[in-house]
């Protein structure tokens, strides 16, 4: 038996017990018909996300392209399409044949696949937690894993990681939006060699997988993404504005226009000259973002009575957090941002849930109350929490 560690919150860590000859993914049901199921019950937001973007489809189950990852992460609403495709064996065998080595990821990896890859839902809720959690939880579990202490695990012992991190997000994220019924899942267990499994482990599956690689793996891949959303307001320049920076982050919170508005009006009025974010700056503070839990433990405990903070108690936090130093413009910007009254002072309760939506990028339950004061009542329940 083994106390496997995984973790959904920063220092908040989760543990299960896992025998490893019982470890198995857990038997779903096939989608079958596109709008079928969708019928029988109410799907939890991440299932709507992965079977709106989901475009292909193999032996009566529903997968999603690495592009089809991207998009969802991304956009609003999935490419225009009129149906999914189905996937011969050839083809499939086809994608498995093409697949790169993980010697060969870089930044760029997704986006050079496009639409020759497999991704199910199991490793698509994985791939989420990769970009909105921060590295030390998967540091913890690989090593939990990792029997010899060779800083290796080989298929199985990564499905064994998969099935933890995807079936904790599945549970939590049922819980906190929509009520399921137990046991109606997206996908079945059967045999496909997915991109995301061949990519680690070889054509053969008989490879071994390096904390290290992995490491690079998830760097990677918040990089990726993180040029998608940089590069749609840069328009090919090395930098944003600091009120695209504001947009970028407010784009998936629930502030209603009014207020949304006012936020970047404000912004605006602040601004005694635009120098610009870089995308060093921009990462540095998104994957900042997935410290988020650890960043309000590290406050609670330096204010005590959660009082609001500084620029520089801000800088030494976030340093604390991630071992990295935001730099001084981008700090000033986001206390410009949040800032409401202008008195230097950030109420950091408040900047946690709205960047927390960000994090999330929509998918979490809120309240149906609108503008501030749905506001006050998610920071309410944040607190009580």
Same mark, same amino acid.
């Given at each position: 038996m083994?106390?496997?560690?995984?973790?959904?919150?920063?220092s908040?860590f989760i543990?299960?017990?896992v025998?490893?000859?019982?470890?198995?993914?857990?038997?779903?049901?096939?989608?079958g018909?596109?709008h079928?199921?969708?019928k029988?019950?109410?799907?939890?937001?991440?299932?709507k996300?992965?079977?709106?973007f989901?475009?292909?489809?193999?032996d009566g189950?529903?997968?999603?392209t690495?592009?089809?990852?991207?998009?969802?992460?991304?956009?609003?609403e999935?490419?225009p399409?009129l149906?999914?495709r189905?996937l011969?064996e050839?083809?499939?065998?086809?994608i498995?044949?093409?697949?790169?080595s /993980? !010697?060969?990821?870089?930044?760029n =990896?997704f986006r050079?696949?496009?639409? #020759?890859? @497999?991704?199910?839902?199991?490793?698509? *809720?994985?791939?989420?937690?990769?970009?909105?959690?921060p590295?030390?939880?998967?540091?913890i579990a690989?090593?939990?894993?990792d029997?010899d202490?060779?800083?290796?695990?080989?298929?199985?012992?990564f499905?064994?990681?998969?099935t933890?991190f995807s079936?904790?997000a599945?549970?939590?994220?049922s819980?906190?939006?929509?009520v399921?019924?137990?046991?109606d899942f997206?996908?079945?267990?059967?045999?496909?060699d997915t991109?995301?499994?061949v990519?680690?482990?070889?054509?053969?599956?008989?490879?071994?997988?390096?904390?290290q690689?992995?490491?690079?793996?998830m760097?990677?891949l918040q990089?990726?993404?993180?040029?998608m959303?940089?590069?749609?307001?840069?328009?090919?320049?090395?930098m944003?504005t600091?009120?695209?920076f504001?947009? /970028? !982050?407010?784009?998936?919170?629930? =502030?209603?226009t009014?207020d949304?508005d #006012?936020? @970047?009006?404000r912004?605006?009025l602040? *601004?005694e000259e635009e120098?610009?974010?870089?995308?060093?700056?921009f990462?540095?503070?998104?994957?900042?973002?997935?410290?988020?839990d650890?960043?309000q433990?590290?406050?609670r405990?330096?204010?005590?009575a959660?009082k609001p903070?500084?620029?520089?108690?801000f800088?030494r936090?976030?340093?604390?957090?991630?071992?990295k130093?935001?730099?001084?413009?981008?700090i000033?910007?986001?206390f410009?941002?949040?800032d409401e009254d202008?008195?230097?002072?950030?109420?950091?309760?408040e900047?946690v849930?709205?960047?927390k939506?960000?994090?999330?990028?929509?998918l979490?339950?809120?309240?149906?109350?609108e503008?501030?004061t749905?506001?006050k009542?998610c920071?309410r329940q944040?607190?009580?929490?």
């Amino acid at each position: 038996m083994y106390a496997i560690a995984g973790f959904f919150g920063g220092s908040t860590f989760i543990y299960f017990l896992v025998n490893p000859e019982r470890v198995k993914l857990k038997r779903l049901q096939t989608l079958g018909d596109e709008h079928l199921d969708e019928k029988k019950r109410e799907l939890a937001p991440r299932e709507k996300r992965f079977t709106k973007f989901s475009s292909v489809e193999f032996d009566g189950q529903v997968y999603m392209t690495p592009q089809d990852f991207l998009d969802s992460v991304v956009e609003s609403e999935p490419k225009p399409r009129l149906k999914r495709r189905k996937l011969t064996e050839q083809e499939v065998d086809t994608i498995r044949v093409s697949t790169p080595s /993980i !010697l060969s990821n870089d930044s760029n =990896l997704f986006r050079s696949l496009g639409w #020759k890859g @497999l991704i199910s839902y199991s490793e698509y *809720l994985f791939l989420l937690t990769v970009l909105t959690k921060p590295t030390s939880g998967f540091r913890i579990a690989f090593a939990m894993l990792d029997q010899d202490g060779n800083q290796n695990i080989d298929k199985a012992e990564f499905k064994t990681l998969e099935t933890i991190f995807s079936s904790a997000a599945r549970e939590k994220n049922s819980g906190e939006d929509e009520v399921v019924d137990s046991g109606d899942f997206l996908q079945k267990d059967h045999e496909v060699d997915t991109t995301l499994l061949v990519h680690f482990f070889g054509k053969r599956g008989d490879g071994g997988l390096k904390y290290q690689d992995f490491f690079t793996f998830m760097d990677n891949l918040q990089t990726e993404v993180l040029h998608m959303e940089f590069g749609e307001f840069s328009k090919g320049s090395n930098m944003i504005t600091e009120l695209d920076f504001a947009r /970028i !982050l407010l784009r998936y919170t629930f =502030l209603n226009t009014e207020d949304y508005d #006012k936020i @970047l009006d404000r912004l605006y009025l602040r *601004l005694e000259e635009e120098k610009g974010i870089s995308f060093q700056e921009f990462k540095d503070f998104c994957q900042f973002l997935n410290n988020l839990d650890d960043f309000q433990i590290a406050m609670r405990m330096y204010t005590l009575a959660d009082k609001p903070i500084t620029q520089d108690e801000f800088a030494r936090a976030v340093y604390i957090c991630t071992g990295k130093q935001l730099t001084s413009h981008i700090i000033q910007t986001v206390f410009q941002i949040f800032d409401e009254d202008g008195d230097g002072l950030l109420s950091y309760q408040e900047f946690v849930m709205m960047m927390k939506d960000r994090v999330n990028r929509g998918l979490k339950h809120h309240s149906r109350q609108e503008g501030w004061t749905g506001f006050k009542h998610c920071i309410r329940q944040e607190m009580r929490n």
